[in-house]
């Protein structure tokens, strides 16, 4: 798949830990850690205006495309 998605990244920038993010977005360890590891197929629009608002970032900071 060519879609990466970069939230390791962006909470190594805030210095926030997947287990603050997911007390502040109201998700569960267990998908976040999904959408982290990339193995994730798919993320409603609501779930990524949460992180996004929480992270103050862009939705193009989360994800990225790659061609094979």
């Known amino acids: 798949m060519g879609i990466f998605v970069d939230l390791d990244i962006v ?3 805030r210095k ?3 287990t603050e ?3 502040k977005v ?3 360890m267990a998908n976040l850690s999904i ?3 990339g193995k ?3 993320i409603r629009f609501s779930t ?3 992180i996004c608002k929480v992270l103050n970032c862009q939705p193009g900071d989360l994800l990225r495309y ?3």
């Open 11 to 13: 909470l190594a920038q």
């Open 16 to 18: 926030m830990t997947l």
């Open 21 to 23: 993010l997911s007390e």
């Open 26 to 28: 109201g998700i569960t």
């Open 35 to 37: 959408l982290k590891t």
């Open 40 to 42: 994730a197929k798919a």
């Open 48 to 50: 990524l205006d949460e």
């Open 66 to 68: 790659e061609e094979d």
